[in-house]
């Protein structure tokens, strides 16, 4: 086995969170390995939706410069229930510094990211690399063992992070209890390019019964199209035959029915995303740390999981950039880290919560409680304040708190390091 790489921070998982908290750490002089098990970022993605808050992140950290052209602004959020627009709402409307959603695929992010990373000296990237085991040391975690290109060789580091994901083998081989809760609908997902009659620049809703479709423009010109299905319903869905998926799509979305049956000829041009939560009462234990989906798995409704893991990487680099100077490191990382679940925890509750109420309601079927659906949007929509509030709490959290308590981020470095 090759000799041990030394780093005072291992990351597991090459995604938006792993790289947002090296790049983070390494800009606070942290050295810091990723381990990532891809060679390239140019893989499919569905979590292209930026919330704003996400976005004024990426632009204090300097990452969306050169990425303008590869984004999308969403300005208008509309919700349809039974043919019948019963929320709209403008972001335009909310005086903030970033008030509007992004639509930015995550190639271009990731990519940035490891770039502005990559000038950075304590900042190592280690593609097409897996993580096959923890190293320990009684009940500390002290690093990873890896397989890379050229075989075996183990990372150590004084604090492991596992930013690998909904299905996160970190958090598995950790021993830290979690409970997975499945939904009651899976969600079917492709692209479409986007009809003339819509705007560019509005995220959908549309519902009918206990049927309800996502279609979310995105760039250059296309509309990502989710809709759900019952939990485990896709084989009886597709032994149906395409024209299911067409008929859905006639009855949820009309206006797209011709663009469609144009690029969606197979099931093979669709993938399926398995809905479920996950709550982890401890997100760490000494030496190791779990942030994003790994530690708090969310739903696609409102865009959520991308713009926790991003913030998620921007508190917890605050946290234990310091305490790995400390005196007692050990002592101070575990301080840190329990710092950063208190200070994450609320907000992602509050998020789930949200999400949770939003897919009962979708999910509702009957006559009355359809009725009552329709007339609880109502009610948000023909109140101002009521909807500002709403949004503002799923939007705009941390630029309301910074007002109050600046939130801290790495200087942004005038030069590349080096010259």
């Not at 086995?1 to 790049?23: E, H, K, R, S």
């Not at 939904?183 to 079917?188: H, N, Y």
């Not at 709550?279 to 779990?290: A, E, I, M």
């Amino acid at each position: 086995m090759a000799a041990a790489v030394q780093a005072q921070v291992c990351v597991v998982g090459g995604g938006p969170a792993g790289l947002t908290l090296a790049l983070e750490l390494a800009r606070r002089s942290v050295s810091v390995v990723v381990v990532e098990q891809s060679g390239r970022f140019d893989r499919s993605f569905r979590g292209e939706s930026i919330s704003p808050d996400s976005v004024w992140l990426l632009e204090r950290m300097g990452i969306l410069k050169g990425l303008r052209e590869q984004t999308l602004t969403t300005r208008r959020m509309e919700i349809t229930d039974q043919g019948r627009v019963v929320l709209r709402a403008d972001f335009a409307d909310y005086d903030r510094a970033c008030p509007f959603p992004m639509e930015l695929p995550q190639p271009p992010l990731l990519e940035a990211l490891a770039a502005q990373g990559a000038q950075l000296p304590g900042f190592r990237l280690l593609r097409r690399t897996t993580a096959t085991a923890l190293l320990r040391e009684e009940s500390t975690i002290t690093g990873v063992r890896c397989k890379g290109p050229d075989g075996e060789f183990e990372i150590a580091a004084a604090l492991t992070v596992a930013a690998d994901g909904r299905f996160s083998k970190i958090r598995e081989m950790s021993g830290l209890r979690y409970e997975k809760q499945p939904l009651e609908r899976d969600f079917v997902w492709f692209k479409v390019p986007r009809p003339e009659v819509w705007d560019g620049h509005t995220y959908r809703v549309r519902i009918r019964g206990a049927r309800h479709g996502l279609f979310i423009p995105t760039v250059p010109d296309l509309v990502r199209v989710g809709f759900n299905i019952p939990k485990g319903g896709l084989k009886e869905l597709r032994a149906q035959g395409v024209g299911a998926l067409h008929a859905r799509m006639d009855e949820l979305a009309p206006e797209l029915s011709a663009q469609v049956r144009a690029a969606v000829t197979t099931w093979s041009d669709t993938s399926m995303l398995d809905i479920f939560t996950t709550v982890v009462p401890r997100w760490s234990r000494p030496g190791l740390v779990l942030i994003g989906d790994a530690a708090h798995t969310l739903t696609p409704v409102l865009g959520q999981g991308v713009n926790h893991a991003i913030t998620d990487a921007a508190v917890l680099a605050r946290l234990v950039a310091p305490a790995l100077g400390a005196q007692d490191r050990a002592a101070a990382l575990g301080r840190a880290t329990r710092r950063f679940q208190q200070e994450r925890e609320a907000p992602v509750a509050r998020a789930r919560a949200l999400q949770l109420r939003q897919e009962r309601a979708f999910a509702l079927s009957a006559p009355l409680p359809v009725l009552l659906r329709r007339c609880a949007y109502r009610l948000v929509n023909a109140s101002a304040p009521l909807k500002r509030r709403i949004l503002a709490g799923i939007y705009y959290p941390l630029q309301d708190a910074d007002r109050i308590r600046p939130f801290d981020v790495a200087p942004v470095p005038s030069t590349p390091a080096g010259v």
